[in-house]
C-alpha cells in the first residue's frame, strides 16, 4: 500500500469522483493509471483505492490524498507522465495494509479566499465589516449541528475550527474538523459574508443552528466553489516523503498559472477602470 499527494486545479473539472461520461480528476487518475499498467481497461480502480475526500466541482487541492496497492516503482514523478498538467502528485508514502485514506484522518483542513473588500468597490454588495464577519465565524466555530448547512441527512454534528486573517481585499478562511458534510464549508462562508456585508443579521446564524429545519428562501446557499481548496490531510501515523523532482514541476505549473490568472485580473483591473 502506498498513499500520494494529490495537488490539482479543480476549475476544469466535474469535482473529484470518478463519474460517468464528465471529465473528473480520479477519472484522470484512474486513466493514468490505466496507462500505466496499474489497472485494467475498462475496470474497476486498484485493489484497496481509496481517497481522502470528494471535493465539488470547481475545488481545487493541494493536499489530497489516495492510496492503494501500488509497485515499487510507482514514483510521484512517474505518475505525472500519464496525468495532465493541472493535475500533479507531489509526495508519496509506503503505509500499513491496512491504511484507508478516507477513514484514518485525524483532520482535514480547507482554505477559502473570499474577496471581501471593505469598501464599495465591490459591484452589488455592500462592504464587509471584519467585526460583524469574526461575529459570525466565533458563532458558527465549535460543535453544532450543521443539518441546515448541508443536504446530508446524518453525520451533520460536527466540530469545526476556524481561523482567518485579512490579506488585502481577502479574507482567508482555514476550516479544520474530523470530517465535513456536503458543502458544509461553502455554506458556513455563505452566511458568515452575508452578516459581514449587512444582507443578512447575525441572528440569523442562531437560526440555522437550531434544531429547526429551515427550508426555501430562508436557507444558506454555498458560496462559489473556486476559492476553495483542499490544504491538508493529516494522518498522524504517516510521513510523507516528497518528490524532489514532481514537486518542482507542479510548483513550475501552477506559477504559470498564478501568472495567467494575475495578467487576467489585470486586464479586467484595465477594462473595469475605463468604464
Known sequence: MRAYRVAYDGRPYHGFQRQPDVDTV???????????GVCERGGELPERYAAAGRTDAGVSARAQTVA?????????AAFNGELPDDIRVWASADVRDDFHATHDPAER??????????DADRPGHDPVDDQRWAHAVDALAGT???HNLTSDDTGTERTVDIDWHRDGRFLIVR???GGFCRQLVRRLVSLAAAVADGSAPLSKVDRILSPDPVDGPDGVPPAPPEPLVLSDVCYPEVTFTRDEDAAADARAVFAR?????????RVADHITDGL
Do not use: C, M, Q
Request: charged letters at 20%; a positive charge; glycine letters at 2%.
Open 26 to 36: 480520479e477519472g484522470r487518475l484512474r486513466s493514468a493509471l490505466v496507462r500505466l
Open 68 to 76: 492503494f496497492d501500488a509497485p515499487s516503482w510507482l514514483s510521484p
Open 109 to 118: 483542513s480547507y482554505t477559502y479566499y473570499l474577496y471581501a473588500p471593505t
Open 144 to 146: 453544532h449541528d450543521f
Open 175 to 177: 476550516f479544520t474538523a
Open 257 to 265: 498559472r498564478r501568472a495567467t490568472a494575475r495578467t487576467t485580473a
